[in-house]
Structures are given as C-alpha cells and as structure tokens.
C-alpha cells in the first residue's frame, strides 16, 4: 500500500491526452496478491496468482517442462517490453513502471500486462541465452463464445504474436528485446493494399506493430537498466495521411545499493505519445528516489519506497502540474 499526491497521477494513461488528468492525493493499495504452485510431477504444474484488490485471476496457467523447453497455457505475464511485463511488480526498482511501457499495455490490449495465450521458451544450455514466443488473445478478453460473434458485440477477431531474446553476455551484462505484431481487426479487412511495415496475412490490420530493446548491467553494488520502445499505432491514425501514428520512449535508471537496508535510484524517460498528433504532449520525466529495507535479514520481502517524479512538456516546460510525490510500503512472503 502507499500514498500519492500531485498532478497526472493516474496509473493507467489517458491515450489520448497524457497530460490532461487532474490533481489528486490520498492512500492506495495496489496488489493484495496471492501466489501459489501445485506440482503434479518435477516437469509439469499449475501456476494462479489472484488479486484480490482488482478481484481479478492475475494469473492462471499451466506449466510444462520438456528438457530446455518450458510452455505455459493459460493467463499468464506475456511478451513485451523488459520494464512491463518483463518485470513482476514486487520486483521492480520505482514503483511503476516507466511511462511508454504503460502506453504499450493499453494500445497492446493486455491488463496489467497479462493476457490468455500460449507461450514456448528455450533456455540455453549453460542458462545464457533465453527466448519466448507467445501467440495471446490481443483483446483483454476471456474468448469463450462461439464464432462469429453477435453484432453487437466487440470484435473478437485478434491474435497477438510476440518474440523475445535474453542474452547474457557477461556475468555482469544483458542484452534483450522483443517484436510483436497484434491484428484486432474484421476478418474482411485482411485484403487489400496496405503499408509495408503491415507484412504477411495476419498482419496486414494490425492495429499494433512494436518492438523494444533493453540493455541491464549488474556490477556489485551498481545496477544500470536502459530501454528503447517504438511502436505503430492504428487506433490513432495521422491527421495528414491516415497511417498509423509513431509512439517511441527511452529510459535509463540506475540504482545504487548503499547498504544492505538503504538504496537509492534515478531515472530519466523520454515520452512521445502521438508522434504529433496532439501539441506539447512530448514528455520528459525525472524519478528520483529512495528504497529503505528495516530488517532485510528476518524480512527480506518488507521494503519501503520513496520517489518524485517531475515531469517537463515540450522545450522543457512546465505548463500544467506534472509532479508526483509516491511513499509505498510493500510485503511479500
């Protein structure tokens, strides 16, 4: 749980104008979230996370391992950019997660970067090199009813293919990313001439076309993590020529652990939404923060968290209040 004060403080972004929420202040609780794992044999097991905030089944899957390939069936933390869904929320540094990644989970149809699909990774055999590859329903919808759907309601006609790489190619040093293409549109709209970033037949509607690539260095007491995302947008055609919108964001963190109980952090992200499409909606944005652990021995999982975020337009501005102030106490066991 936490407490928030200050402007644009939603946690989930308004699409079309990231600059336009109102001030707003007071207590949260996030996550209430319980985990758990029941084996049937050493290979194969049934993995559920609930939260019972959202009263929502985060996560429900099942789990098979076929010597360096594990699959998974169910709803589960898909592909997609590192600091999103590549990252647990108790596991991450500042308390959420940087600006575009957030974009990304609205364009990408996923909630709270989860979604129902399948999903086979490899891992190498001296454990270096890490690969997935996900096919995900792409609408934030539990599909259960029969094809075609009723007119009325929304179409259901999407898939969501993602890829991902991790290589470690030094003990200190990771290098990875992703590519996903998501096509959510009728099946009638499948023909016809299209832009050339639309390959293939079930690309040729996407409404998402992204890719993202991470650098992670980890040298005793010093962690660095950068990140770039692009991503093409079709929910927000251009105004000029009627194709798809460019969303891009980079971020660069570092954090440095003090001592076993204080640490601290820094990151800097650069956000274009629109690609032009609303004015002075550019943003660049500042976390600076703090990271106490009272008793890391007897209660490795009780963390405390302070951080500011100062958030600048366009040139550098700062017309309307973007500043946030986060204090969150967080506990796992």
């Keep these: 749980m936490g407490y928030t004060d200050g402007q644009n403080g939603s946690a989930w972004p308004n699409a079309t104008d990231p600059l336009s929420n109102s001030s707003r202040a007071g207590f949260y609780i996030s996550q209430l979230r319980l985990n758990g794992e ?14 019972f905030i959202a009263m929502d089944p985060a996560e429900a899957y099942l789990r098979k391992r076929f010597g360096l390939y594990t699959f998974k069936l169910g709803k589960f933390r898909v592909v997609g950019p590192k600091s999103g869904p590549g990252t647990d929320e108790f596991e991450r540094t500042a308390i959420t997660a940087p600006r575009y990644s957030r974009y990304w989970a609205s364009y990408a149809q996923t ?23 996900c096919v995900r329903n792409g609408t934030q919808q539990n599909i259960i009813n029969d094809e075609p759907s009723f007119p009325q309601s929304a179409p259901t006609q999407a898939l969501a293919f993602a890829y991902a790489l991790d290589w470690r190619v030094s003990p200190f040093t990771v290098l990875g990313g992703h590519v996903e293409a998501v096509a959510n549109h009728q099946w009638d709209e499948f023909v016809g001439n299209h832009d050339g970033w639309q390959v293939g037949y079930w690309f040729k ?35 000029t020529d009627g194709k798809a919108t460019q969303l891009w964001g980079v971020s660069s963190m570092i954090r440095v652990d003090h001592s076993e109980r204080w640490g601290y952090f820094f990151r800097y992200e650069f956000l274009d939404p629109s690609d032009g499409f609303f004015p002075n909606d550019n943003l660049h944005m500042f976390t600076g923060g703090v990271i106490y652990k009272p008793s890391p021995q007897a209660y490795p999982g009780l963390k405390v968290t302070g951080e500011y975020v100062r958030s600048l337009e ?13 204090v969150q106490l967080q506990m796992t066991y």
Excluded: C, W
């Design 314 to 326: 366009e040139s550098l501005r700062n017309r309307m209040g973007n500043d946030n102030l986060y």
């Design 111 to 133: 909630l709270n970067f989860r979604d129902f699909g399948v999903q086979a990774e490899r891992t190498g055999e001296d454990g270096s090199v890490h690969q997935a590859f």
């Design 38 to 51: 029941l084996p049937f044999d050493s290979t194969f097991s049934a993995v559920f996370a609930a939260n």
């Design 205 to 239: 509607s996407n409404a998402i076309v992204d890719a993202s690539v991470y650098h992670q260095m980890d040298f005793t007491k010093v962690h660095l993590f950068n990140e770039a995302l692009l991503l093409y947008n079709r929910l927000l055609p251009s105004p």
